[in-house]
């Protein structure tokens, strides 16, 4: 069996690892919020559909001959 002091050591180095992962996260996610361009970028517009003169013929249903 492992002894205590090894458990409290590698409990303390994942808390500390956890710690400096949300502390390092949270440093970019800020960085990121307060750096954007001041350029408004526009949503993207939405494909337009083709003319229906330049859809193509359109199909006849078959003749009963």
């Given at each position: 069996?492992?002894?205590?002091?090894?458990?409290?050591?590698?409990?303390?180095?994942?808390?500390?690892?956890?710690?400096?992962?949300?502390?390092?996260?949270l440093?970019?996610?800020?960085?990121?919020?307060?750096?954007?361009?001041?350029?408004?970028?526009?949503?993207?517009?939405?494909?337009?559909?083709?003319?229906?003169?330049?859809?193509?013929?359109?199909?006849?249903?078959?003749r009963?001959?």
């Amino acid at each position: 069996m492992v002894d205590g002091w090894i458990t409290a050591v590698v409990l303390i180095f994942g808390i500390a690892v956890a710690l400096i992962g949300v502390f390092a996260y949270l440093r970019m996610f800020n960085r990121n919020e307060t750096h954007h361009s001041s350029v408004e970028i526009p949503p993207p517009t939405p494909p337009k559909s083709a003319p229906a003169e330049d859809a193509g013929p359109a199909a006849n249903p078959p003749r009963d001959n």
